[in-house]
């Protein structure tokens, strides 16, 4: 299958940066959307609170303009980072009030939101999710087949 060439340099960046230990969920060059950006940081401006989908004035202003970075809207990405935090397991937006997970969040954590990360970028391609193992394993849950105990 042929993806979209920014689906396929944002999936090759955040495999090595995550390969390579450099995939920081609090860090704003080294998180999804700074990694996707070639560890950037500029994207943060289109929001008021890292990890919220709502964009604010600058963000709105870019959006209205159909500016797009390395292929994606500044919706995109607040979308983008939105699910990764979700999916290492913050609470979004961070905040002083919303829990964190430990201070040095692990391979696991790191892994769950790329899952995700990937997941929302099939979502914005329209594609079906690439990490879905059921394809590869042609797997449909079966709800009358009885519980195994």
Not at 39 to 45: F, P, V
Not at 59 to 82: C, D, M, S, W
Request: proline share 5%.
């Amino acid at each position: 299958m042929n993806y979209p060439q920014r689906f396929s340099d944002a999936i090759d960046k955040l495999y090595h940066a995550f390969q390579s230990n450099k995939l920081i969920p609090e860090c704003a060059c080294q998180c999804a959307v700074g990694t996707i950006l070639d560890r950037r940081d500029y994207w943060k401006h289109f929001s008021n609170d890292h990890g919220t989908i709502q964009l604010n004035y600058i963000g709105t202003v870019h959006q209205k303009f159909g500016r797009r970075y390395n292929g994606y809207t500044p919706l995109e990405l607040l979308r983008i980072e939105a699910a990764f935090l979700k999916g290492c397991g913050y609470k979004v937006p961070l905040n002083h009030k919303n829990n964190r997970p430990q201070v040095n969040i692990n391979n696991d954590e790191l892994f769950c939101g790329l899952t995700a990360v990937v997941q929302e970028l099939c979502n914005i391609e329209r594609l079906p999710n690439v990490m879905d193992c059921k394809v590869l394993f042609a797997y449909e849950k079966n709800v009358t087949s009885p519980a195994h105990a």
